[in-house]
């Protein structure tokens, strides 16, 4: 209101001013109200004219409006996302934020687009590339988020597959390349010059094409393991005819690059040697029969044969050589080795026994040598411990060995033979055998040992002492004279030296009484005078006594009373006194006391 009559002021003061300047003028009065209805006029079409931009201004912004809401609604539909909410509170600011927000509705429209175009040109390749059907996606529709980014990982699962197809592309193409080289092999197919010669990124990694490389590698693989088979029997079949035909170096130097490779030309050049010495072996018939035949020998010894089993191969002992007898030799020998290797396990475990066997017995016969002790490096303690493995290992492999054997019976229907006897009936005589050694070694010892008793009883205890090892070379030759002489001159009642470093005792019933011990002067070995006569006489008698055998013991009769255990060896002064009073009622004292002296 201030407003409009400010305006009305306005024009009447604009009125008051044109009626002063006309009436200046000398305007008449009707001009003066011609005109005043000319500024009416004119007023009155400005604001009419102002009035009507207005009005197309409202209604412009109406326009707006209702397009930029439709716009929005399909936008929101096109995009999936919820209905745009207006808040605004007059036209023109909902005009602007309704067109604000169509733009930048079409902003996200054209980048989802465009991401929707990149992702379907890269989807197209790849299926292209590994033959696959496109992603299931319209490309006229915007697709929301969520397709979007179900699209992307599409595409990285795709770009993965292309790369192990790739890599497992290049990894056959390089191993059907080195096949084919190995069997001089050329591409003949489309197929096969597409592998090979063509780009490795132009090929189609289709899962068919995957599949046929994979086909073609196997094939490639089994003619090449063929070819090596082949070509690995004919050099064992060669190495054969070498050794039967006794060929010179010269001559299996001269095709030494083809035993090694397994080439197509290096088949060729086997089949060639084959065929040239299979004629030469039939020039040399017997040589080469004889050679079977030892081959057989080590196969039967492999196999364990009997002399009945290898009697049964008659050809054998044939003198008449021919081409069918070599053929019988050809074939008995490929029949020993299929059937040692069918078994060889078994063969191979039963051998293992025999050699752990062997050694077993080995050591048990070392531990009988008492030199062993003085052995030095260790030996004897590497010795028993390998002996106490063997005695924990021998029944486990026996153990072992029965199952197998029970199980290939089973299998075979046959008995499992070691040189004609059953195996488990060998190892049960093996051990047999040797309990009965050890039964037959323990009653010789026992029997040794009671005749040395006897002996002791009869003629002294000889106890053997341990004595200090010398270092090698210590002796002085002035300290061995000393010694050789005392040995060789030794009293009565010296001590003698056992071949051991030992020391001879006299048993306590032949000692001296303590009395005479006194009246005599215990000298040293090293220092003792020579002795006396009528010790020299004794000493020569005892001498007679234990080097008389069975006739010098019979000169002594024993008192029949008299028990040779060594129960009755006295063992103090007053036992041995006991025992001569008693021995004193008997008639044979004499020859008692005779030995007694004797032993002194």
């Known amino acids: 209101l201030v407003i409009a009559a400010e305006s009305v002021a306005c024009l009447n003061k604009a009125l008051c001013h044109l009626k002063d300047i006309w009436e200046e003028i000398g305007i008449p009065e009707d001009q003066r109200l011609e005109r005043t209805n000319v500024v009416k006029n004119h007023v009155k079409s400005l604001l009419d004219m102002m009035i009507v931009e207005e009005e197309s201004l409202r209604k412009r912004l109406m326009t707006s409006i209702e397009k930029c809401q439709k716009e929005l609604s399909n936008l929101c539909l096109e995009l999936q996302l919820p209905p745009f909410q207006d808040r605004s509170s007059t036209m023109l600011q909902q005009e602007k934020d309704l067109r604000m927000h169509v733009e930048v509705m079409l902003k996200e429209k054209?980048?989802?687009m465009q991401a929707l175009k990149a992702l379907t040109e890269q989807d197209q390749d790849l299926c292209d590339l590994l033959c696959l059907q496109p992603f299931s996606i319209?490309?006229?529709?915007?697709?929301?988020?969520?397709?979007?980014?179900?699209?992307?990982?599409?595409?990285?699962?795709?770009?993965?597959?292309?790369?192990?197809?790739?890599?497992?592309?290049?990894?056959l193409k390089k191993q059907i390349i080195f096949c084919m080289g190995d069997l001089d092999q050329l591409p003949e197919t489309s197929f096969e010059k597409d592998v090979v010669c063509e780009d490795?990124?132009?090929?189609?990694?289709s899962?068919?094409?995957?599949?046929?490389?994979?086909?073609?590698l196997h094939q490639l693989e089994s003619r090449k393991t063929e070819?090596?088979?082949?070509?690995?029997?004919?050099?064992?079949?060669i190495h054969e005819l070498w050794e039967r035909l006794q060929i010179p170096q010269e001559e299996r130097d001269a095709i030494c690059e083809h035993i090694t490779l397994s080439k197509k030309r290096n088949l060729q050049a086997l089949q060639a040697e084959v065929k040239r010495l299979e004629e030469l072996k039939f020039k040399n018939i017997q040589n080469v029969t004889e050679a079977i035949r030892n081959e057989i020998a080590v196969f039967w010894d492999k196999c364990f044969y009997s002399s009945d089993q290898r009697q049964t191969f008659v050809p054998f002992y044939d003198d008449d050589f021919s081409e069918e007898l070599l053929s019988l030799h050809d074939a008995e020998i490929?029949?020993?080795?299929?059937?040692?290797?069918?078994?060889?396990?078994?063969?191979?475990g039963v051998h293992k026994w025999e050699e752990s066997w062997r050694l077993f017995l080995e050591l048990e016969e070392k531990a009988k040598d008492p030199s062993r002790f003085t052995n030095r490096g260790g030996n004897l303690l590497k010795e028993e411990k390998q002996r106490a493995d063997l005695v924990k290992s021998l029944p486990k492999l026996e153990k072992k060995l029965k199952a197998e054997i029970e199980q290939w019976e089973h299998e075979q229907n046959r008995e499992f033979q070691v040189n004609g006897q059953k195996f488990m009936q060998f190892v049960t005589d093996q051990w047999e055998s040797y309990r009965l050694e050890k039964e037959r070694e323990k009653q010789e010892r026992q029997l040794k040992k009671s005749k040395q008793t006897e002996v002791d009883m009869v003629y002294g205890t000889v106890i053997r002492t341990p004595t200090k090892r010398r270092f090698l070379g210590s002796t002085t030759p002035c300290k061995a004279r000393k010694l050789n002489a005392t040995s060789?001159?030794?009293?009565?009642n010296s001590t003698i030296r056992s071949v051991f470093g030992g020391t001879v005792c006299h048993s306590p019933i032949s000692r001296p009484p303590i009395s005479a011990i006194k009246q005599g002067n215990v000298r040293t070995p090293g220092h003792s005078k020579p002795p006396h006569q009528g010790l020299q006489e004794r000493n020569k008698e005892n001498i007679?006594?234990?080097t008389g055998g069975v006739a010098g013991m019979t000169k002594v009769p024993a008192s029949p009373q008299r028990n040779f255990s060594i129960n009755s060896v006295a063992s103090t002064y007053s036992e041995f006194q006991r025992d001569l009073s008693k021995s004193s009622k008997s008639k044979h004292v004499p020859e008692i006391l005779n030995s007694t002296i004797i032993q002194l």
């Open 207 to 216: 899962k068919e094409n995957i599949d046929s490389l994979k086909v073609l």
């Open 544 to 546: 007679c006594h234990l």
């Open 200 to 205: 490795e990124e132009n090929f189609c990694l």
């Open 138 to 171: 319209s490309a006229s529709s915007v697709p929301s988020l969520e397709q979007l980014e179900k699209f992307r990982q599409h595409i990285s699962s795709l770009t993965a597959e292309k790369e192990r197809r790739h890599n497992e592309f290049v990894t």
């Open 110 to 112: 054209n980048q989802r």
């Open 227 to 237: 070819n090596e088979r082949v070509c690995g029997s004919y050099r064992e079949k």
């Open 334 to 348: 490929v029949r020993l080795k299929q059937y040692y290797e069918d078994h060889k396990d078994l063969f191979e």
């Open 488 to 492: 060789s001159t030794g009293t009565s």
